[in-house]
């Protein structure tokens, strides 16, 4: 079979995830709902996460704009110097790639704030259905996520038949997916800790009461951040796993891309097979239910791929690089889960901690997240060495072919890993609606325990991306000395063998490019700070002007639009600066080392990239966990002064774990896409 | 003029460096002191850390007896394969650098437990005076550092001839550093935190009242940890950035070694003139007086190097090397000023954002924290950088050796740093006992003023030291690849180019080194968690079973030698696995992945290290500063909300810049060490 054969099988198994998107958004949709209250906030939660996905993509589309141009003129090469079409096909590939994963985004909002509805008056049967409402909801997420992502790659392909256009594609992603993971996790965390100070601290009144200004904007940060966000950044790893591979399958020739595409493919259809198949087991345990389902996609992409490789004659030593991906990356999972489960020594050792004073929490907290690094940063390094000296045998290229392969392995099952993130904030958010709507302390226990799966699930599928993150940029490296080989070809230069250590550009490099991630996440923290005092001024506002809103008397609304409104505007301005340091830096080490200093770039980058991105998610995800653990009546429970000293924990950790934790992934793939794309203007100019 | 020529000049620098010493430790000692309770207190804090002292010499010399029969018996080659006379060379040489370290430890505790008696006592007569004898008492610690490090390394040379022997000296240096840093830091910090949790938490006793039995722990915890520690930690730099000069110089012949030598002896020399000229100014500041001393170092060095590579004929090239490295680590220092001064921007936001509560004192302060790495890192990549062009045309293997000379350049003055940062503790001290001998307010002021200078003057050679620490390890990279090269040639092997980063093995090395300073941090702070738990304990039991202790009787005293005694042994058990784990992971690393994957770890070890060392040194002490800048009266003051979450701040920075942070130095430059020892035996043995 020739490489259309599997272009067009990709786009067949593509639209079938749409198809059984669809299906599900309307079974979500056809579920009853009556309570009029749940209705009416769940209203203004929707009609708030469409503001500000109106008011990110407004930006998101001239910020788009610029860059198409700039691509058009300039890469891959200057448009007056070598072929206008090349130059069209990538800043058409590029405005793709931002359209799609907008579109992915779009959906995800659009089912996960009618699915947390239905999930809030599912519960009222039983634990069951309203989990299959649930995880139906996230499921039309995963679904077209990843079906928007192969859809685009294999179109791209198909109609181009250039790998590195691809690059253009999987850089639209990156930017976008910049914009919605670290716009939604200010956003989130402004409205978050706004919400907090002012309602909880300052006039006292309960969590998700309806007089404060900030509370529709709260509910709605769950989802613009955890929904839309998260799909945007696992849109953004997929897509560049499979970019990466691509490149280096085109330069290698033979049946490689054909297996790529195959294998991609594959994962898709696992992925369908594995969300088709989840039930609630009869035990009623949902994480049971949701980590069956990650199994079982598991293993169905294992025995696919390993029937294609037989019946395709493709590597198997390349199968084998995929499968220690997807073996390593559930592993990692697992390990992630054991610092943030509150069953085991690290979230109790923080708690009990806690009865200390808040420096305690801190301190204990901070030193468990450092210690979670190394469980993941071994895994890394050990797939990555496995994958390379697995497929090193079959010739030159091909050992960082493996590494790219492995990477695609353990995004393969990303459909499932999103299915059962997005599930988390519907059931949040479902919880939350319960209580609003009186429900009552029935639903409530049930939509508790759906909450509680969700957390526990997500700590694992968090671990599990940035490890494909990781595994996805080594491949981009891999990927960037593809580019350079070939412009330096067609500029008649010489190539380079690779980005040793002691040459002082490559060190250069490797130390500028270490220091990017810490700075890029102080600026976003710091952003969430100045765009929190902003809301908070605002809510004090409202509180003030408007006439018997603190005293609640009937009739008399806050105007939540504005607080959407002023978290939307400055988590835009606040993410700009952040991203612009990064490329700019980026672009700055290229000027002044050329290539060589590019190299060192990307992989201190990817490590300390790494490093921040563990450390901060894992170690937010261990104080919200361990702050429910003191809530649930542990170490003195609620109101005592270790459960102050873990609210304080979990402050700390909300802008590490929702905010710049997370935006690191996307941070390293957009500046290994950005060195990729200018690797010739790198070659051609630099001072060094 | 031959090699021995500059190696005797080199001891006679060194001895004349003793003498100096040995004449302003009589100065100190000739000072007047009168006050009964201050000597009694004095005297209390002086065996303390005899005590301390004591018992970890003790621990040391049974480890470093340990560590030199394996040496012994396997380096640099197994004693039954080479050379049996130079692995005995080897051994004797490792255990002078951890008998020389020891001297200069000892003797720096030594005055300084006296200098903060006299220092306390001169404030009587003005601030003049005792800003001298504290000063002075500083500086004996100065030159005996320097001067051991010098004395050991020219005798090393003049005995054995060997470059590689001074390898051996400086793990022995780097052996005690790590004992004497990490080790005093989690001394220093379990004193502290347990004094204040028992005492001003649950009694409500102020800070250093005598009933505490911590009390006499915690003051003992500023000497172990800031004079013993912070000298065992430069000594353990100076001697690595001239090892690994040497070994560079040897190998490339010529008059290199001359240069090296005479290079370090002349920044001693500088530093003896500094010292000496160092008065204060009519206009009585303190910090001036300080800073002026090292400016005045630094020009001095500058004009005796340029006349003595015009007179030797030495190569200008190097000679600016050299000044680079100087001036961008005075550079450093000043930036790394900015995040720490309070009357700076980021101490001023961070006690702003303290009236929100702890959870804003301490993402701002991180926040902050992250971003002071910016300045050091990137002066750390330009002095790499230019230090590499500039030698670079002089020939195959100059451009290694110009970042070796950059670091003897950075770490020449060190003489005098030790000096001002030695200052720091003695004034802290002098000020507390004047509060405890109730010398009055005006003295209190004096003290006061001095006590502050302390801190700003702190903060930059805590900058200094970091980068100096990194242009070192830097260097060792590159002694480590001369040692595998000069190696592979003795087994007759293929010697290696670098290490390239898409290598598998390197990248594989490259994470895991990565990864280690974060876990490395973390044991130490669990440590001092630990550590804490058994002393607070300890205290309880005291206030329960010594009847009147807690009402203050007189003639009841704590048991002080009890809790320094836990502090002890509880530190030296803490510090061991943490210690072990980064040498064992480097062997780990050699075994699985040989030579190439060494590189990378030591790559990756070196910019992680960084950038963690930064981070928390800088966060430390700008926490320090915003609760002493809210303290001083502003945003509240002493008593408001702000100043409780300040303090908070202030507790979480305690272990970050007096633990972990300075201890990273310290375990980079040993695992460094550790590869370059043992790069024949990785050589041999790999897995891949």
Redesign the interface.
Known sequence: MNQTTFELFSVVIAVAAFAFAAWLYQWVKKQPSSNKKIAEVGGLIRSGAATFLKKEYTVLARFACVVAILILLFLPHPIWQGNAAENITMAVAYLAGTALSALAGKIGIEVATIANVKSAEAAKKGIKPAFLTGFRGGAVMGMAVVGASLLGVSLVMLITGNASAVLGFSFGASSLALFAKAGGGIFTKTADISAD?VGK?ELGIPEDDPRNPAVIADNVGDNVGDVAGMGADLFDSHVASLAAALVMAASLGGSNVNMVLCYAALGLLASIIGVAMARMGKNGDPSGALNNSTYTTTFVYIILTAIATAVFNFVWRIWFACIVGLLVGVIIGIATDYFTNDTKNPVRFVAK?SK?????T???G??????S??PA??G???A??LA??ISEPLGPGY??FG?SMSAVGMLSIVGMIISNDAYGPIVDNARGLAEMGELGDDVLSITDDLDSAGNTVKAITKGFSIAAAGLTV?AL??AF?SEVNSAAAELGKTGI????????????G???G??IP??F???L??G??RNAQRMVAEIHRQFNEIEGLKEGKPGVKPEYDKCIEIATTGAIRELIPAGLMAILATIAVGII?GVKAI??FL??NI??G??FAL?MSNSGGLWDNAKKYVEAGNEGGKGSDAHKAAV?GD??GD?FKDTAGPSINTQITVVSLVASLMSALFLTISI?
């Open positions: 100070l601290v901690a200390s004073g808040p420096a305690f801190i301190l204990s901070m030193s468990y997240g450092m210690l690094i190394f940063m071994v890394i390094a050990v990555s060495l390379y000296k050992a960082m590494i080594i490296l891999g000395m063998e690779g980005f040793d250590i002691i040459n002082p550009l490559v060190f250069f490797l130390i500028i270490a220091a810490a700075i996440s102080a600026m923290m710091l969430v700070d080392g190299g060192g992989g201190g490590i300390s790494l490093i450390f304080v402050t700390v802008p060094f």
